[in-house]
């Protein structure tokens, strides 16, 4: 290939990442609360890493990831680093969920490889969430807002029973979502 047409898949890549992160910032406001007594109300459900799902199988899981980061670095920008913990998580969670699908995708090209994917992908979200706040999150938001420390029992609680069940819910119904979107883009992925 000439280094001309090179620079201008990567221009191509880069602008059709870029489009994919600002949808993705846009999905993040259409969010809405899981009607589940024991999940708190601020834990929000958002198909926003939908994007980086089709990016991470349609170019590689570092794709994913930068749409990631692009959609999280928007976000930061446009609520004027009104939560910026909250954004770091995000990003976390983001990469732990789309780098095993991504991942799975580039190595078998099947529709069993994407499902394996968002199976593996939901549980890293899961487990990965559930340590990052207990040990990290939950203890910067609160020296971040100025509360007492967290006691053990209430952190411990909250994460099991809130967070933990929050992260697969989410996995799940995202999974679905972008799974309807796969099957009917698998066609095009694979000319692509």
Same mark, same amino acid.
């Given at each position: @290939?000439?280094?001309?047409?090179?620079?201008?898949? +990567?221009? $191509?890549?880069? *602008?059709?990442?870029?489009?994919?992160?600002?949808?993705?910032?846009?999905?993040?406001?259409?969010?809405?609360?899981?009607?589940?007594?024991?999940?708190?109300? $601020?834990?929000?459900?958002?198909?926003?890493?939908?994007?980086?799902?089709?990016?991470?199988?349609?170019?590689?899981?570092?794709?994913?990831?930068?749409?990631?980061?692009?959609? +999280?670095?928007?976000?930061?920008?446009?609520?004027?680093?009104?939560?910026?913990?909250?954004?770091?998580?995000?990003?976390?969670?983001?990469?732990?969920?789309v780098v095993p699908v991504g991942f799975m $995708?580039?190595?078998?090209?099947?529709?069993?490889?994407?499902? $394996?994917?968002?199976?593996?992908?939901?549980?890293?979200?899961?487990?990965?969430?559930?340590?990052?706040?207990?040990?990290?999150?939950?203890?910067?938001?609160?020296?971040? @807002?100025?509360?007492?420390?967290?006691?053990?029992?209430?952190?411990?609680?909250?994460?099991?029973?809130?967070?933990?069940?929050? +992260?697969?819910?989410?996995? *799940?119904?995202?999974? %679905? *979502?972008?799974?309807?979107?796969?099957?009917? %883009?698998?066609?095009?992925?694979?000319?692509?």
């Amino acid at each position: @290939m000439k280094p001309s047409s090179t620079r201008s898949g +990567n221009l $191509y890549r880069l *602008i059709v990442l870029s489009i994919m992160g600002t949808i993705a910032v846009l999905l993040m406001f259409l969010s809405f609360p899981l009607p589940i007594p024991f999940i708190p109300p $601020y834990l929000r459900i958002d198909i926003s890493d939908i994007p980086a799902l089709i990016a991470g199988v349609v170019f590689s899981p570092v794709a994913g990831i930068i749409v990631v980061g692009i959609k +999280n670095l928007l976000y930061l920008l446009i609520t004027a680093v009104s939560d910026p913990i909250g954004v770091v998580a995000n990003f976390i969670a983001g990469v732990f969920f789309v780098v095993p699908v991504g991942f799975m $995708y580039m190595k078998y090209k099947t529709k069993r490889s994407v499902l $394996y994917g968002l199976l593996f992908g939901t549980l890293l979200l899961a487990v990965s969430m559930a340590v990052g706040n207990y040990f990290l999150f939950i203890p910067a938001y609160s020296w971040f @807002m100025g509360w007492e420390t967290m006691p053990q029992a209430v952190k411990l609680n909250t994460v099991l029973i809130g967070i933990l069940p929050f +992260n697969l819910i989410k996995g *799940i119904v995202v999974g %679905l *979502i972008f799974l309807l979107i796969f099957l009917k %883009l698998e066609k095009w992925i694979k000319k692509t």
